[in-house]
């Protein structure tokens, strides 16, 4: 099978106009997040961040196939002491432009930096928010099931009788279960919150992140052959992760550092460039297509 990988310079909401009407099966990213990266994005104001995301986010929506699924990798950000609500504000407009919000998966850094704040402890997790154009989307959960852990071993090796059938629980919530549905497993499925290190290297990026992030969500939302965007594509780890796994990808940044290096990192015979384009007055002269 040939993988192709597709990487652009210039403004995403921009460059997403060059790629075909859902044509997408998974995006997965990681934008600026509000007056960060400064030196590198010029950052953006907590207020003025939904009005700069929507336009992407309505191209992102156009592109993606209405079975496919946005990853999107963000977190708020403190203001004068107390934690912004832009991210927030940006699922209740997402939602507005048609996004239905179908899950919350949380990442827990394992080896977050240490730090020391008067009112507050230090950060430890990130929210990866997920949308789709449809209820009905591609999900392949049994390519992230983990082991089932050394505690079946024990609990599941004499069962009560209450244990082999739905036991409902004592407060009357509601929420009962059958043990003895774990008998003979050896696997199950995860759930959402992923235990994952930062990226210690940072790959001449100042937010990078690691490479089992997009890996986990390309193992259950796509398969071998489907296409994988990031339109903040920075070091370049969905690419590199997409390729890896035989999946088509495509890559944008505004940066020519970052899309520089991501170039200088991919074979040649794989790689599809597109460079810089100028806006508003010209049409772009081509356009993209990965199959």
């Not at 997403?16 to 953006?44: C, E, F, M, N």
């Not at 009357?172 to 549905?181: I, M, Y």
């Not at 890896?244 to 550092?257: A, L, Q, V």
């Not at 015979?269 to 460079?275: C, F, G």
Request: proline share 5%; charged share 25%.
């Amino acid at each position: 099978m040939e993988i192709r990988t597709g990487l652009f310079l210039g403004d995403s909401k921009d460059v997403l106009k060059q790629l075909p009407d859902s044509s997408v099966d998974l995006i997965v990213t990681s934008p600026p997040y509000a007056d960060q990266r400064k030196g590198t994005y010029g950052g953006i104001h907590p207020d003025k961040y939904v009005e700069w995301f929507l336009p992407i986010s309505a191209q992102l929506f156009r592109v993606l196939k209405p079975t496919g699924t946005f990853v999107l990798n963000i977190k708020e950000k403190v203001v004068a002491g107390e934690r912004s609500t832009y991210v927030m504000e940006l699922i209740i407009a997402m939602r507005k432009q048609g996004w239905l919000w179908t899950e919350e998966f949380i990442w827990h850094k394992k080896n977050s930096f240490p730090g020391k704040w008067p009112n507050r402890f230090r950060d430890s997790w990130e929210r990866l928010l997920q949308f789709n154009k449809s209820k009905h989307f591609n999900m392949y959960q049994n390519e992230v099931k983990v082991p089932i852990g050394d505690w079946a071993k024990g609990r599941l090796k004499n069962l009560s009788a209450t244990d082999k059938v739905r036991d409902n629980t004592k407060n009357g919530s509601g929420f009962g279960k059958n043990v003895s549905n774990w008998l003979g497993k050896e696997s199950v499925f995860p759930t959402n919150v992923l235990h994952l290190a930062t990226e210690c290297n940072n790959k001449n990026h100042s937010a990078a992140f690691p490479e089992e992030l997009p890996e986990w969500f390309i193992k259950l939302f796509t398969k071998q052959g489907d296409t994988v965007l990031d339109p903040f594509v920075g070091s370049g780890t969905t690419l590199f992760v997409s390729k890896r796994m035989k999946r088509h990808s495509i890559g944008i940044d505004i940066t020519s550092e970052y899309y520089e290096m991501v170039k200088s990192r991919i074979n040649p015979a794989e790689l599809y460039l597109i460079e810089p384009v100028k806006y508003g007055k010209t049409k772009p002269q081509r356009r993209y297509a990965i199959r």
